[in-house]
């Protein structure tokens, strides 16, 4: 049964690289771009799928794929329900609260989410709770870093401006999710 788990969690990590890999090819299609955002709904989604460039798409994907084995009671459909809600929360955000941000792509924001999301969830683990608050104290002290001293490293690396909105937002995103599901999970064990 373990194996069956493991497994599903890599078919999940290499179907949603696949994806990823071939938005990729025509990338300009699925960007965020916010004139053309309410009529080709499908960027809400893909805009997060897709990168500036073949690193920037590496470097989101090797930390996509750690999150389940980091994380390991993290289940598929945990992911891919957090895979289809932050997206188009952050891309409304975006659209709404800073209108200024006209092109977007990566998966950034999103993985800042879904690793607060899964770090709240495992607060209720006793035996991981040590770890879940040293992942979210990192997260903590990476967003206030980078909305104080900005994000030079990694876009050299990338060869594009990091926006660092997205990051912030996909968190807060994530910690509204974790909480959610922490919330409705009590009041089932209370309506049981």
Avoid at 29 to 36: E, L, T
Avoid at 86 to 102: A, G, Q, V
Avoid at 132 to 161: C, D, R, Y
């Amino acid at each position: 049964m373990k194996d069956q788990v493991w497994i599903s969690k890599v078919i999940l990590i290499a179907i949603c690289i696949s994806i990823s890999a071939c938005l990729q090819v025509f990338a300009d299609h699925f960007i965020y771009w916010r004139p053309s955002l309410l009529t080709e709904f499908w960027r809400l989604w893909t805009a997060h799928w897709v990168h500036v460039g073949w690193i920037h798409f590496l470097l989101n994907m090797m930390a996509f794929a750690c999150l389940p084995f980091i994380f390991p009671h993290v289940r598929n459909w945990h992911l891919c329900a957090l895979l289809l809600v932050l997206p188009p929360f952050i891309s409304f955000i975006f659209y709404f609260y800073l209108p200024y941000i006209d092109a977007y792509a990566g998966l950034s924001g999103v993985l800042h989410g879904l690793y607060t999301a899964v770090g709240v969830v495992y607060l209720q683990y006793k035996n991981e709770r040590k770890f879940a608050i040293l992942v979210l104290a990192l997260i903590a002290v990476k967003l206030l870093w980078e909305n104080t001293f900005g994000q030079t490293g990694t876009a050299q690396l990338i060869g594009s401006p990091v926006l660092t909105e997205a990051h912030l937002i996909g968190a807060i995103g994530g910690l509204l999710c974790g909480l959610g599901y922490l919330l409705i999970k009590k009041i089932k064990i209370r309506t049981s």
